[in-house]
């Protein structure tokens, strides 16, 4: 229902743009996230917007992270800049609509030199 993609290899202090796309399915979503897990860990929220697009960060990614999404083609992104080794992990896109929520397949993010 949604697909993530983007990630990739890259070196510290780099960037990587991520994206997700819902499909044609999901008539609408109220709220939109990105949620990374990394090896080891649980899985953790990186950033929302709602439908006023009102964004909500972690604090670990505040100032480097920026996430949009373009309401009409149903489509997130995440702008990743000073890329940390610690920002490696799997990256999940997520929908939410009333009771239904959605997961993307995830994209692997690598930060290393």
């Known amino acids: 229902q949604l697909q993530a993609s983007g990630g990739g290899l890259v070196q510290p202090g780099g960037s990587l743009r991520l994206s997700c796309a819902a499909s044609?399915?999901?008539?609408?979503?109220?709220?939109m996230g990105w949620y990374r897990q990394a090896p080891g860990k649980e899985r953790e929220l990186v950033a929302t917007?709602?439908?006023?697009?009102?964004?909500n960060y972690a604090d670990s990614v505040k100032g480097r992270f920026t996430i949009s999404r373009n309401m009409l083609k149903k489509t997130l992104y995440l702008q990743m800049n000073s890329l940390k080794p610690e920002d490696t992990a799997v990256y999940y896109c997520?929908?939410?609509?009333?009771?239904?929520?959605?997961w993307g397949q995830g994209t692997l993010v690598t930060v290393s030199s």
């Open positions: 917007s709602d439908s006023n697009s009102v964004t």
């Open positions: 044609e399915r999901i008539v609408m979503l109220n709220v």
């Open positions: 997520n929908g939410r609509v009333g009771s239904y929520e959605y």
